[in-house]
Structure formats: structure tokens, C-alpha cells
Nanobody
Framework: QVYLVESGGGLVQAGDSLRLSCAAS????????MGWFRQAFGKEREFVAA????????YYADSVKGRFTISRDNAKNAVYLQMNSLKPEDTAVYYC?????????????????WGQGTQVTVSS
């Protein structure tokens, strides 16, 4: 059984930082492409960031580029999303996901496993 469990969400003010964690069990994150998506109330789920299983490649949505950083700790079998300079428009439920295939990593249907999500709320 595969589980992806997100944590680290919360209520912060604009300009603050948060670090989301995704703990994996039942799969090895180093052998999957891992991604973060978010879904704001009333909107579709959108791509945020992805890291390739090689570990060297990362990819970001334009809206978070330069502010968010995705990383992976193979020893802990976990993936992280460091979010800096948060904006009210970053408010959403953030989901961790794992994909066997490589492309396209920006599309939710590419991913095989999903976590339950963690709420991030940024006040102005």
C-alpha cells in the first residue's frame, strides 16, 4: 500500500515562509518523479513543482519560480517544498504526488499516487 502524507501547512502572513513535507511509504521516492500541486477553492488543481527521479532536475510553474524550491531526501524517503515570499494567491490545498512516467509532469493525470493534501492560507 502506497501512502503520501503531507504536513507543514498553516496560516501565515504575506511575505512569510513555509516548508511542506511529504512522507512516503510503500514506494521509494528516488525511483519516482515527485510533484507538488495545489488547488484553490473553486479552481482546478494546478502544477507547482516537480523533481525528476534522477534528483538533478527540477521544474517549476512560472507563478512560483524563484520563490519555491522542491527537494528530496532519499534517506528519509521524503519530498519537500520550501515556500518563500508567500502571497495571498498561494492560498490553496497543496498535494504531493508520485509518477512513474516522466512526461508531462505538469499534468495531474501523469501521477499515479496522491496524498490527502495540506492547507496553506496566506493572509494579506
Amino acid at each position: 500500500q502506497v501512502y503520501l502524507v503531507e504536513s507543514g501547512g498553516g496560516l501565515v502572513q504575506a511575505g512569510d515562509s513555509l516548508r511542506l513535507s511529504c512522507a512516503a511509504s510503500g514506494l521509494t521516492v528516488s525511483t519516482y518523479a515527485m510533484g507538488w500541486f495545489r488547488q484553490a477553492f473553486g479552481k482546478e488543481r494546478e502544477f507547482v513543482a516537480a523533481i525528476f527521479w534522477s534528483g538533478a532536475g527540477t521544474y517549476y510553474a512560472d507563478s512560483v519560480k524563484g520563490r519555491f524550491t522542491i527537494s528530496r531526501d532519499n534517506a528519509k524517503n521524503a519530498v519537500y517544498l520550501q515556500m518563500n515570499s508567500l502571497k495571498p494567491e498561494d492560498t490553496a490545498v497543496y498535494y504531493c504526488a508520485a509518477a512513474r512516467s516522466l512526461m508531462p509532469l505538469t499534468i495531474p493525470s501523469t501521477y499515479d499516487y496522491w496524498g490527502q493534501g495540506t492547507q496553506v492560507t496566506v493572509s494579506s
